[in-house]
T-cell receptor, first 111, second 112 residues
Framework: EDQVTQSPEALRLQEGESSSLNCSYT??????LFWYRQDPGKGPEFLFT???AGEEKEKERLKATLTKKESFLHITAPKPEDSATYLC????????????FGAGTTVTVRA | NAGVTQTPKFQVLKTGQSMTLQCAQD?????MYWYRQDPGMGLRLIYY???????DKGEVPNGYNVSRLNKREFSLRLESAAPSQTSVYFC???????????FGQGTRLTVV
């Protein structure tokens, strides 16, 4: 059974205060790891896909990294508009139609 | 480009009533999914359709049925709604192979 655990559950940051979110996963053969952003009342919005350990992807103030056991989403100098819930999902080689999601980290950035 | 469109956006049902949630995508994707999202539990897969003409159970299929009407449309039916089915439901689609899923805006369902 694929498992995805995200920590912390919630993160409160001051504007400009950089931090990292963690996504630990257990899967039989990783096909891909996905990061999504979800705003209140909206559907998840795709951010990044990572395929192999050592890979990194960046978009504005966000940077995602991947190891064999976990992924990190680094938020550098966050702004209030970065406030959202960030979701992590994995796709296993054994069943590449299915995405298994973590419970998410809710980030609040105060001005 | 509409992406993934879900209807309705909100619905209140009485216990025992039935309803169908509709989903359509315009990206020519092969795979479509229904998830439910509950506080603290993340997104849980109800059913998915890997391609037109096929459907499979996910993690929490009990109490639900699905129909892949054609390549664009994938509906979710609650035959006899229960309060435990109060949730936010999301439809998603993606191409086969490795690729991101695209989500609709969700249906907030309350069963009283």
């Amino acid at each position: 059974e694929d498992q995805v655990t995200q920590s912390p559950e919630a993160l409160r940051l001051q504007e400009g205060e950089s931090s990292s979110l963690n996504c630990s996963y257990t899967v039989s053969g990783l096909r891909g790891l996905f990061w999504y952003r979800q705003d209140p009342g909206k559907g998840p919005e795709f951010l990044f896909t990572l395929y192999s350990a050592g890979e990194e992807k960046e978009k504005e103030r966000l940077k995602a990294t991947l190891t064999k056991k976990e992924s990190f989403l680094h938020i550098t100098a966050p702004k209030p508009e970065d406030s959202a819930t960030y979701l992590c999902a994995v796709q296993a080689e054994a069943n590449d139609y299915k995405l298994s999601f973590g419970a998410g980290t809710t980030v609040t950035v105060r001005a | 480009n509409a992406g993934v469109t879900q209807t309705p956006k909100f619905q209140v049902l009485k216990t025992g009533q039935s309803m169908t949630l509709q989903c359509a995508q315009d990206m020519n994707h092969n795979s479509m999914y229904w998830y439910r999202q509950d506080p603290g539990m993340g997104l849980r897969l109800i059913y998915y359709s890997a391609s037109e003409g096929t459907t499979d159970k996910g993690e929490v299929p009990n109490g639900y049925n699905v129909s892949r009407l054609n390549k664009r449309e994938f509906s979710l039916r609650l035959e006899s709604a229960a309060p435990s089915q109060t949730s936010v439901y999301f439809c998603a689609s993606r191409s086969t192979g490795v690729g991101e899923a695209f989500f609709g805006q969700g249906t907030r369902l309350t069963v009283v």
